[in-house]
């Protein structure tokens, strides 16, 4: 569901730039531009579509340790520019505004692809935005088209209530709320990139110990409360993962190999996982990013972000 609430908000902060524009335009007797301003539109969703394409022959590109590393990159970088997307809105109070300052550089600077080029950066910057936002959410939880097409379609019924029909909506309350849950979502990508850069073995498993029993013929785990289990020698790397957890509340698996409800595969903790980056079996390091993310993410929107707001 974290798509839905991600697509919605992007695909409205797109319709609300073209929008803002479009009615500028309008307003200034600048009709003339306004194909310009579609051409920049289409060209960015075209160029959006062929980058998606481009990103998952690269991403598929990568296999073992190489694909972890490469996706956990991923998710931090996610991570990264949802946060700064997270704070941009919050700071800019008056978007409309600054928009139509840009519209009007462009118009007078006489450059012919001005009004083009505008509506080409800020789309194609949506488009991107979406592309690593829900290649992120497919690693850690996988993508359900239905609600990602939902998102979009309500983004642009948002976004033509607001322009075409003159509907009032509340901007400023639901960017703050999405942002909180954002928040959680943000950290959640941050937290999950680490654990692919430990599967990576790029970040050594912290916590626990590992050693061979007394006749070296396995090995013995042990976990930070006391927890033991024995794996056979060629499974250091499996012991090493299993030793770091702090925790395991994830139920057994159902008779039939399915999930339980609530382990974070399951319908409810991988509803909980894709909202608040719940995780049934963290690592110490895991654990630490997340409560560090968390504090981290809301003083950054706090003090940063929702300044003089």
Same mark, same amino acid.
């Given at each position: 569901?974290?798509?839905l609430i991600i697509?919605?908000?992007?695909?409205?902060?797109?319709s609300l730039i073209?929008?803002? *524009?479009?009615?500028?335009?309008?307003?200034?007797? @600048?009709?003339? &531009?306004?194909?310009?301003?579609?051409?920049?539109?289409?060209?960015?969703? $075209?160029? &959006?579509?062929?980058? &998606?394409? *481009?990103?998952?022959?690269?991403?598929?590109?990568?296999?073992?340790?190489?694909?972890? +590393?490469?996706?956990?990159?991923?998710?931090?970088?996610?991570?990264?520019?949802?946060?700064?997307?997270?704070?941009?809105?919050?700071? @800019?109070?008056?978007?409309?505004?600054?928009?139509?300052?840009?519209?009007?550089?462009? *118009?007078?600077?006489?450059?012919?692809?001005?009004?083009?080029?505008?509506?080409?950066?800020?789309?194609?910057?949506?488009?991107?935005?979406?592309?690593?936002?829900?290649?992120?959410?497919?690693?850690?939880?996988?993508?359900?088209?239905?609600?990602? +097409? +939902?998102? #979009?379609?309500?983004?642009?019924?948002?976004?033509?209530?607001?322009?075409?029909?003159?509907?009032?909506?509340?901007?400023?309350? /639901?960017?703050?709320?999405?942002?909180?849950?954002?928040?959680?979502?943000?950290?959640?990508?941050?937290?999950?990139?680490?654990?692919?850069?430990?599967?990576?073995?790029?970040?050594?498993?912290?916590?626990?110990?590992?050693?061979? @029993?007394?006749?070296?013929?396995?090995?013995?785990?042990?976990?930070?409360?006391?927890?033991?289990?024995?794996?056979?020698?060629?499974?250091?790397?499996?012991?090493?993962?299993?030793?770091?957890?702090?925790?395991?509340?994830?139920?057994?698996?159902?008779?039939?190999?399915?999930?339980? #409800? $609530?382990?974070?595969?399951?319908?409810? %903790?991988?509803?909980?996982?894709? /909202?608040?980056?719940? @995780?049934?079996?963290?690592?110490?390091?895991?654990?630490?990013?997340?409560? *560090?993310?968390?504090? %981290?993410?809301?003083?950054?929107?706090?003090?940063?972000?929702?300044?003089?707001?």
């Amino acid at each position: 569901m974290a798509e839905l609430i991600i697509i919605f908000r992007e695909v409205l902060e797109a319709s609300l730039i073209i929008g803002i *524009l479009y009615t500028y335009l309008k307003k200034s007797n @600048n009709e003339d &531009s306004i194909g310009m301003l579609m051409g920049g539109v289409g060209a960015a969703i $075209l160029v &959006s579509i062929i980058a &998606s394409f *481009l990103f998952q022959m690269i991403a598929g590109g990568f296999e073992g340790s190489a694909s972890k +590393i490469f996706e956990g990159i991923v998710m931090i970088i996610a991570s990264i520019v949802l946060t700064t997307m997270i704070i941009w809105m919050a700071q @800019n109070k008056n978007i409309s505004q600054e928009l139509e300052n840009q519209a009007k550089e462009s *118009l007078s600077s006489g450059l012919k692809y001005g009004i083009f080029i505008l509506a080409f950066v800020a789309v194609f910057r949506e488009g991107v935005e979406i592309i690593l936002f829900l290649y992120a959410i497919g690693i850690k939880d996988g993508i359900s088209i239905i609600p990602s +097409i +939902i998102g #979009a379609m309500l983004g642009l019924f948002a976004g033509y209530a607001i322009f075409i029909q003159g509907v009032k909506v509340p901007l400023k309350k /639901f960017f703050n709320v999405t942002s909180v849950f954002l928040i959680f979502v943000a950290a959640g990508m941050l937290t999950y990139g680490v654990h692919e850069l430990e599967s990576g073995g790029v970040i050594p498993y912290f916590s626990g110990h590992v050693e061979l @029993n007394n006749d070296e013929s396995q090995y013995e785990a042990t976990r930070l409360n006391g927890h033991s289990k024995i794996f056979d020698l060629d499974e250091e790397k499996k012991a090493k993962k299993w030793a770091s957890r702090v925790w395991d509340i994830n139920p057994s698996k159902n008779n039939d190999g399915s999930y339980p #409800a $609530l382990h974070d595969k399951g319908s409810i %903790g991988g509803l909980l996982k894709g /909202f608040f980056g719940y @995780n049934g079996d963290p690592s110490l390091i895991e654990l630490i990013t997340w409560i *560090l993310s968390m504090i %981290g993410l809301n003083y950054l929107y706090q003090k940063i972000g929702r300044k003089d707001i």
